[in-house]
């Protein structure tokens, strides 16, 4: 996030897109909600008619993956009507000629067909967002689980940058994280092309400074492999063993026949958690691990600050912290690796990573600090960019419309979308083993809209097999006024009816994110 969570209160504007966030971040939700109550303006535009649709001004709902036709049909719409904000554009940008010429062809008419969003819509949206003081732009994983995902984003930060709603209170462009503390394990390199704070590991003098910190020698220059090529190198047979910690594919990842078939060509299989999980039952080992509420440390929220953790239980059985773990496997391995505590790793953290090195254990003892902070009489960032940009100008880049890479045909006639629901997280790991949210949400769902359903002769309850190019699962059918006729959703935690075994694994080139928010299947009768 360029912006904090209490910032958004401040917008005179809340552009809302990809982010069922009532559901998937409530409290957040909350800041968006206080805000309109405040006769701030807010826009959702998401295929589903999400809850928080209700509280705004208009909801917009482009077809699955045309999200960039819709931003550049936006942004044609502020050029040609010169909303533009000219000034942050001349002092703090580049490349805007690219841009206005790729987008002069995204008329609100030629959008709409492309998209399904009326002209006067994206017209009414446009001007808005363009007048607008400071204007903020939150977004979720449904813009980026696409193979679009990057470009979806940079989209986004170009209609932000168009309006000059960067480097100030109330704007700002504004990922909400799929998972408690993502953005941390991203801050400490848990990405295979770099070091801590984004540092690359293809840098000579990045790589000299971590191996005089860890009296080493010959740290690779190499990235490594994102999860989703790990997988399919794992089929192909050249990657020949796994160590996965707190996470559970065997729900989670895309297409989960190949996934299944790719862990178990592996010579060796290690799953580090706190529960069992599908993953861990097909596992040659199981390192059980301590919960959140079992150990001290930091974690780095969604906007970037960074805050004490502390221990309210005791860990059960022989579990052991995460990085006691890790500290004797290296052992084993033949590199002597040991920590007194948790507050001697963040210190190590604070010496070898440029934006947290301001920040002590003392002086977040209280109140977590915005990264970056360079030196401890520093009292972080909590808005980014204010006087210029990591790059020093911002990048305009002219991105055309890219259709996903799976549509519906006349076999596979419905697009189907994932996501969350509220009751439950992610895989289910925690809240599965908990009776009062499972009586809220027992089972899966196939959502569909009343159009769709009466098209089917179905109706809510009915017991529908789902299919795709890769697999089937059955599930009961539930009709729902959040659904938009032609597109299903299927929740994606419940291991017994996986909408993962449906999804397709194609990537982002870049992010090597799956498409995971579309892919083309059909809906049937269970058969009996």
């Not at 010496?351 to 947290?356: D, G």
């Not at 098209?455 to 009961?476: E, F, N, P, Q």
Request: glycine residues 6%; proline residues 5%; contains cysteine.
């Amino acid at each position: 996030m360029t912006n904090t969570i209490a910032d958004i209160e401040t917008s005179d504007l809340i552009l809302v897109t990809g982010s069922n966030t009532t559901e998937n971040h409530p409290v957040l939700s909350g800041f968006v909600k206080r805000a309109v109550l405040k006769d701030k303006k807010l826009y959702v535009i998401d295929p589903r008619r999400v809850k928080l649709a209700d509280h705004a001004n208009k909801w917009l709902r482009p077809s699955p993956g045309t999200d960039i036709a819709w931003i550049n049909g936006m942004m044609h719409v502020i050029i040609k009507e010169e909303l533009q904000d000219k000034d942050f554009i001349e002092n703090r940008t580049e490349n805007f000629e690219a841009l206005k010429e790729t987008v002069e062809k995204y008329t609100p008419e030629y959008v709409e067909n492309i998209t399904g969003i009326k002209a006067d819509d994206i017209v009414e949206v446009a001007r808005e967002f363009a007048k607008a003081s400071c204007a903020s732009i939150l977004y979720c994983m449904g813009i980026t689980q696409h193979t679009c995902g990057t470009n979806n984003v940079k989209s986004l930060a170009n209609l932000s940058m168009l309006c000059g709603h960067l480097g100030k209170p109330g704007g700002g462009v504004n990922p909400l994280r799929g998972q408690n503390n993502v953005q941390g394990a991203c801050d400490m390199g848990g990405l295979p092309n770099v070091f801590t704070a984004y540092q690359p590991v293809s840098n000579d003098d990045v790589r000299s400074n971590y191996e005089k910190a860890w009296n080493t020698t010959g740290l690779s220059a190499t990235p490594g492999l994102p999860v989703t090529e790990m997988i399919q190198k794992a089929y192909e047979g050249e990657f020949k063993s796994l160590f996965v910690i707190g996470e559970n594919p065997l729900v989670s990842d895309p297409d989960l026949n190949h996934v299944r078939k790719a862990l178990a060509n592996l010579d060796f299989f290690v799953v580090q958690d706190i529960f069992q999980t599908e993953t861990t039952r097909i596992a040659d080992v199981v390192l059980p691990a301590f919960c959140f509420a079992e150990k001290d440390g930091t974690f780095s929220n969604t906007e970037r600050r960074v805050q004490r953790v502390r221990k309210a239980v005791e860990a059960p059985g022989e579990a052991k912290q995460d990085w006691e773990i890790i500290c004797e496997i290296s052992k084993r391995m033949g590199y002597e690796m040991s920590y007194e505590n948790s507050e001697a790793i963040f210190k190590e953290i604070a010496a070898v990573t440029p934006s947290y090195k301001g920040i002590t254990w003392e002086r977040i003892d209280k109140k977590g600090i915005h990264w970056p902070c360079p030196n401890e009489t520093h009292e972080g960032t909590p808005i980014l960019h204010t006087t210029q940009f990591t790059r020093g100008k911002g990048f305009f880049h002219a991105i055309e419309h890219t259709p996903p890479a799976e549509l519906p045909n006349e076999e596979y006639p419905y697009i189907l979308t994932t996501g969350r629901v509220l009751y439950h997280y992610h895989t289910g790991t925690m809240t599965m083993k908990t009776n009062g949210l499972n009586m809220l949400s027992p089972e899966c769902f196939v959502e569909i809209s009343s159009g769709d359903a009466q098209k089917l002769g179905l109706d809510t309850g009915s017991m529908v097999d789902v299919s795709s190019r890769r697999g089937k699962i059955s599930a009961k059918l539930k009709v729902s006024s959040k659904a938009v006729d032609g597109t299903i959703f299927i929740p994606f935690h419940f291991a017994n009816a996986a909408a993962n075994e449906l999804t397709n694994a194609k990537l982002d080139p870049i992010a090597k994110i799956p498409e995971f928010k579309v892919c083309a299947i059909k809906i049937e009768p269970a058969a009996a």
